[in-house]
C-alpha cells in the first residue's frame, strides 16, 4: 500500500470564485483526508520556489513569468491531502492540464473550459482553478514550501475502518 500526502492548491481564480469548498468537497467525499489547510497570499519569491526552473524546461520563461504574476494575483487556498496512491488519484479528481481537454466529472473539466491556444494569444496561464503535485519528487517539495511540520494534523476519520 503507497500511503502518500501531496500538495493542493486552490489557485486565485478558484478562490475568487468561491470554489475551495467545492474542490475540498471533491476530495473528502472520495475518502481522501485534508491532513493541512490554510488561505495565503503568497509573494514573488514563494512563487518562483513553487514554479521552479523546471517550469521553464517545460513551457518557457514567457509562461514561468505568468504562472508567478497569476499565482501572486490574489489568496490561494493551500492543503495537503493525503491517501492511498494521494498523488494519482488526486490528480485524477483535478483533470488534465488544458482546460479544453479536462473531461466532465473533473474539477477542470467541470468549472473551466478555454484552450491553451485561447490563453496564449491572451498571454495568460490557463487559469484552471487548481494545482496538484505532479509526482513524488514534487510533492515533496511543495508540501515543504508551503507547510512546516508542525502544521500537519494527525487524526483519524471515522470512515478509515473502511480503508485500512
Ligand atoms: P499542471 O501540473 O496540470 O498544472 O500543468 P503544468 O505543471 O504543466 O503547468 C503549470 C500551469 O501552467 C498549468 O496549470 C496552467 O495554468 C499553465 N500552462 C501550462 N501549459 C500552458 C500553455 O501551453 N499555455 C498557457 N497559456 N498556460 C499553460
Ligand atoms: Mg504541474
Redesign the pocket.
Known sequence: MALQQTLVLV?PDGVARGLTGEVIKRFEQRGLKIVALKLVQVNMDHAKQH?TE??TE??GEK?RN??ID?LTGGPVTAMIIEGVDAIENV?KI?????SKSAAPGTI?GDFTHVS?A???S???????V?????DEKDAKHEMALWFSIDELCDYKRADESHVF
Open positions: 489557485k514554479y523546471d517550469i517545460r513551457h509562461i505568468q504562472l497569476y490528480r483535478v483533470g488534465v492540464t488544458e477542470r491553451y485561447h490563453a496564449d491572451k498571454e495568460i496561464p490557463v487559469r484552471n487548481i494545482h496538484a503535485s505532479a
